[in-house]
């Protein structure tokens, strides 16, 4: 009997040892076909890269793209140190294009009010704490001059504001 028990152990041995090719195979062609099903779904629902590119056509065509329009290149004083430093600045208001043009376009409010936004600008400078204007990024400078300049162009039919954002890529102080 002990020699039957050695026979028997072995074919389970031998049978737990061989994996089941079979199994795997089947597990396999599951997964492929489950990726297959999500692959064509995923393209029936998506739009497609046409798609949007024909809505960012539609945008552009609405004239919604930006524009770029100097505000203002100037150099300013601040005394604020308790010495005197001069600023040499520019700034650039994006305006979609739609604003640009018309009876309160930015174009037209800017010819109008020309010294009223340079003096505007010129108390935002003078009234700064020296720190702000040494910033990297000028950001404390580019929110007070995005809240007047919107004061001074309102908003648009949308009720959005004209100005989209303001850029100052020059902002050089010298000490005088």
């Known amino acids: 009997m002990p020699e039957d028990e050695k026979v028997d152990g072995a074919d389970e041995a031998t049978t737990k040892k061989k994996p089941p090719i079979i199994m795997l195979a089947i597990i396999a062609l599951l997964m492929l076909g489950e990726a297959g099903v999500v692959y064509v779904v995923a393209s029936m629902t998506s739009g497609g890269s046409d798609a949007g590119a024909a809505e960012l056509e539609g945008e552009v ?5 930006l524009v ?57 400078f003078r009234r700064a704490q020296h720190k702000h204007l040494q910033e990297p990024g000028l950001q404390t400078i580019s ?19 004209r100005i989209e954002r303001v850029v100052i890529p020059v902002c050089k102080g010298f000490e005088v």
Do not use: H, M
């Open 143 to 161: 929110r007070q001059v995005t809240a007047y300049v919107n004061e001074v162009f309102g908003t648009d039919a949308d009720g959005l504001p």
């Open 61 to 65: 065509a609405e004239g919604d793209e």
């Open 68 to 124: 770029e329009v100097e505000l203002l290149a100037d150099q300013f004083q601040n005394t604020q140190s308790g010495r005197v430093w001069e600023w040499q600045t520019e700034i650039f208001l994006k305006v979609r294009q739609k604003n640009l043009e018309g009876p309160r376009g930015v174009t037209l409010t800017l010819e109008k009010r020309n010294a009223e936004i340079k003096e505007g600008i010129a108390l935002i």
